[in-house]
């Protein structure tokens, strides 16, 4: 058996230049992941990054692994056949709100309802910011664009709802602004047998400034965002004094200490509660903290060792195929 070196972040950091806009967000992430990988346990050799079209996308040549840039919403489908080829392959996909969601968003759901063994990492920054700020899939109603320049008429798409809805096995949360909380969120993300979907709160400045600041800011996330662990109350705030329940069958928000509520009367997590997960996804700010962390995690069969162990189960009783003579057997056109 090889030996896993131990690395350092150096040893993820390629030559090439990182071109995004100074403050891009993206910066913290890809420093978040480089450190991620070096806890992975594997060879670089044995890790790769595929990407689509976007500022997002430009992430396999920041990464000293393999890796592949390709077309726009298509990374889906690439890194399916690469993780199907070579199992063995820690296989990362790399998108944004536009790739993923708009001309990628049959790829993406997809691969979610296969479970193919694929870490997902979906930067939200809530705007097209390569094309130069046009309003995306998850951009807020009404917002002025120079693609809606009298206010978007869209609903927005919840990713986390959409997750769910495909059957996604593992999705998470986290932010830029957070790169421990990143790390520990990626390598949970990379452990789940399946495929994990790990939406980013990723700030873009020049076109979509602070759109997620209220629960992303070191200032107000206390406030504003719940960290979620499974089997622990949710509990958040500065004082570590809020938390959810159930009431009428819907989340609301309870002050510990306030008429006789005690901490074992908050809801506790269960990441394995779809329906809990729903209603977690539901939730918006300010009127709710938004839930950071695994909100859905369960183990299923994964499409890709399906498929190789339905290969060697055909092989090992019909035998290796041949093309030449497949492609000559039965009915042939001849001019």
């Given amino acids: ?12 950091v390629s030559d090439q230049e990182v071109r995004w806009c100074p403050g ?25 990054f595929i990407s689509g079209i976007g500022c997002s996308s430009r992430f396999p040549y920041y990464m000293d692994t393999f890796g592949l840039h390709t077309i726009h919403g298509r990374a889906p489908g690439f890194a399916s056949g690469l993780k199907v080829q070579n199992p063995n392959l820690s296989v990362w996909v790399i998108t944004g709100d536009g790739d993923g ?26 705007i ?19 693609s809606s320049p009298y206010g978007s008429l869209d609903h927005a798409f919840t990713p986390a709802k959409l997750a769910l809805g495909s059957g996604c096995t593992f999705f998470a949360r986290t932010m830029d602004t957070d790169p421990k909380h ?28 602070d759109v997620h600041d209220l629960y992303t800011n070191r200032k107000t996330r206390n406030d504003h965002a719940v960290f979620l662990e499974h089997g622990e ?17 819907k989340l609301s928000i309870v002050t510990i200490g306030e008429d006789g509520v005690t901490e074992t009367d908050i809801l506790v997590h269960d990441k394995t509660n779809q329906g809990m997960a729903f209603m977690l996804a539901g939730l918006t700010c300010p009127d709710f903290p938004i839930p950071m962390g695994v909100l859905y995690q369960i183990e299923t069969p994964h499409y890709d060792k399906q498929l190789c162990d339905q290969l060697d189960s055909v092989i090992s009783k019909k035998g290796k195929g041949d093309m030449t003579a497949l492609l000559n057997s039965g009915e042939t056109w001849e001019n």
């Fill in 1 to 12: 058996m090889t030996e896993i070196p131990s690395y350092k972040k150096k040893d993820f």
């Fill in 233 to 249: 109350p949710m509990i958040y705030g500065k004082e570590m004094n809020k938390g959810l329940v159930i009431c009428d069958n």
């Fill in 128 to 146: 097209y910011g390569l094309t130069k700020g046009q309003y995306s899939p998850t951009s807020a109603p009404g917002i002025k664009t120079k």
């Fill in 101 to 126: 969601l708009s001309i990628g968003g049959n790829h993406l759901i997809h691969v979610l309802r296969r479970n193919v063994d694929l870490n997902i990492i979906l930067f939200n920054n809530e």
């Fill in 182 to 209: 990143m790390q520990i969120i990626c390598l949970a993300g990379e452990k789940h047998n399946g495929a994990s979907l790990i939406e980013t709160y990723q700030n873009c400045v020049i076109f979509n400034d």
């Fill in 24 to 48: 891009c967000g993206d910066y913290a992430i890809l420093s978040a992941i480089q450190m991620a990988c070096t806890k992975l346990g594997r060879r670089k050799e044995d890790i790769a």
